[in-house]
């Protein structure tokens, strides 16, 4: 049967037991809805990976993406898979990157014996760094975020400098 939005609003959980129950797509293989006993469903494909371990990718929710749009993904990613790539492991990697604040402690705590200045460093990471860069994560930093905030921080200090000691 072929996934429409007719097809998918007049589906209901009817599976017994707590398991997601799936309504699998006739038009592309691989494709299908997930529902919950909740009442959600996100559209989702499955694959196996090159060592043959079976894995489900969940490409959104219904209603966040229309069919059209998840049958355009799910041929995107399968096209992907079928080139050896593996779009779970990717996601799991990007979840796994580590933030700012995350490199800033073990940065701290490395140093903090055997460098001098870690006091200034760590009060320059408190002061400006960690509030702008804090929560992110080191792959979304960019080179441009990067020298706008060293220009704002120069703006900043050069604002505290009293002229007597500037030469």
């Given at each position: 049967?072929?996934?429409?939005?007719?097809?998918?609003?007049?589906?209901?959980?009817?599976?017994?037991?707590?398991?997601?129950?799936?309504?699998?797509?006739?038009?592309?293989?691989?494709?299908?809805?997930?529902?919950?006993?909740?009442?959600?469903?996100?559209?989702?494909?499955?694959?196996?990976?090159?060592?043959?371990?079976?894995?489900?990718?969940?490409?959104?929710?219904?209603?966040?993406?229309?069919?059209?749009?998840?049958?355009?993904?799910?041929?995107?990613?399968?096209?992907?898979?079928?080139?050896?790539?593996?779009?779970?492991?990717?996601?799991?990697?990007?979840?796994?990157?580590a933030t700012f604040d995350e490199l800033a402690a073990v940065y701290l705590?490395?140093?903090?014996?055997?460098?001098?200045?870690?006091?200034?460093?760590?009060?320059?990471?408190?002061?400006?760094?960690?509030?702008?860069?804090?929560?992110?994560?080191?792959?979304?930093?960019?080179?441009?975020?990067?020298?706008?905030?060293?220009?704002?921080?120069?703006?900043?200090?050069?604002?505290?400098?009293?002229?007597?000691?500037?030469?």
């Amino acid at each position: 049967m072929a996934i429409t939005k007719r097809t998918i609003d007049a589906l209901t959980y009817s599976k017994v037991g707590k398991g997601a129950q799936y309504l699998w797509d006739s038009d592309i293989r691989n494709f299908g809805v997930r529902v919950y006993p909740s009442g959600e469903k996100s559209f989702v494909i499955t694959y196996r990976t090159s060592t043959g371990t079976k894995r489900f990718y969940t490409l959104g929710k219904y209603g966040h993406l229309t069919v059209k749009q998840a049958r355009d993904i799910a041929r995107q990613k399968l096209a992907e898979i079928h080139q050896g790539k593996d779009p779970q492991l990717e996601r799991q990697d990007q979840r796994s990157v580590a933030t700012f604040d995350e490199l800033a402690a073990v940065y701290l705590d490395e140093f903090k014996a055997r460098k001098r200045s870690w006091k200034d460093d760590n009060q320059r990471i408190r002061d400006h760094l960690r509030p702008e860069l804090g929560s992110k994560k080191l792959t979304e930093i960019t080179l441009r975020q990067l020298q706008q905030l060293h220009q704002a921080i120069h703006t900043r200090v050069s604002v505290y400098i009293p002229a007597a000691l500037v030469d």
